[in-house]
């Protein structure tokens, strides 16, 4: 069973109030998930609105718990205040990243940094203008209830909990973490890489209810991946981290080096061929450390 420990700090915020610095040790899954829940719901009733989580020894966030974060955030912000995470995890940062959630939360590399951050105004951003006509009315993908927004950004559906984005060419994406499935590993570079990672990429198909021909797909574009690796990688010892995420409608696998396995140019052929062989293929170096390459097959 995962275990979670918790230290917990008072923090003198520039504004003169108290917030709380919540150190993580362990994973954030469905074993501890309530415990970590009921400690930030703990916090907020004790009358601290403003929170730092600090993710620097946090080994795996499952789906559960990614939701519960999300949510935790929405309740403190909803009270006038904020949950600003700090120290988060190359691996993690890809993981936000790639469930499109990493613009719902504010990341900080250090204690200092986010605690100085709650003394600042929020600049408001110049939003891109609207190619669609707002406001706009579309419906729940599964309960069929009706939505209305008037302005493209982030929103939450009041009825299910649901997050979901609209952009300004009227894109929506809902972020249903609840039917998310998800599997991690680390495995060398100069390996093969196909053979390891695309069983489980097969599994987390079914388990989706995703039609096979994905997971073939998938697999093709991993053999040529795992080429790319092994071509790359300048040390016999590096590893890389695999996420694999899996819903009803698409199946995606990132690929997290901090090596020179994926020190690659935007304009790599190998890049280009991936980008043929599945429906997205996305290079890039994340704001922590590392690169990061996502291929995205869609049912």
Do not use: W
Request: glycine share 8%.
């Amino acid at each position: 069973m995962a275990v979670l420990n918790f230290d917990i700090k008072s923090v003198n915020l520039p504004n003169n109030e108290e917030g709380k610095a919540v150190f993580l040790t362990g994973s954030i899954d469905a074993s501890t998930n309530q415990t970590f829940e009921k400690r930030l719901s703990d916090i907020l009733s004790s009358g601290t609105t403003s929170v730092m989580l600090v993710l620097t020894n946090v080994k795996y966030i499952n789906s559960t718990g990614l939701g519960t974060i999300v949510k935790c955030v929405d309740t403190f912000r909803e009270k006038g205040g904020d949950i600003k995470l700090v120290g988060v995890p190359t691996k993690v940062i890809a993981l936000f990243e790639m469930l499109g959630l990493l613009a719902l939360f504010e990341t900080h590399d250090t204690i200092e940094s986010a605690v100085a951050s709650f003394g600042k105004k929020k600049e408001s951003k110049a939003a891109a203008a609207p190619t669609v006509k707002f406001p706009l009315q579309f419906k729940h993908p599964v309960t069929g209830m009706g939505l209305n927004v008037s302005q493209p950004g982030r929103f939450k559906d009041p009825r299910t909990g649901d997050y979901f984005s609209v952009d300004a060419a009227g894109t929506i994406e809902f972020y249903e973490m609840s039917k998310v499935k998800m599997a991690e590993l680390k495995i060398p570079a100069h390996t093969d890489f196909a053979a390891a990672v695309t069983p489980l990429a097969t599994s987390l198909c079914a388990a989706c209810k995703l039609a096979p021909g994905t997971a073939d797909a998938m697999g093709r574009a991993l053999g040529r991946a795992g080429a790319l690796l092994n071509a790359k990688a300048a040390d016999a010892n590096e590893a890389c981290n695999v996420i694999i995420v899996a819903d009803q409608d698409k199946l995606q696998v990132g690929i997290v080096s901090y090596g020179s396995a994926l020190s690659v140019r935007s304009d790599d052929p190998a890049l280009r061929e991936l980008a043929g062989m599945v429906d997205e293929a996305k290079h890039q170096v994340l704001p922590t450390r590392g690169n990061l390459l996502t291929l995205v097959k869609k049912a």
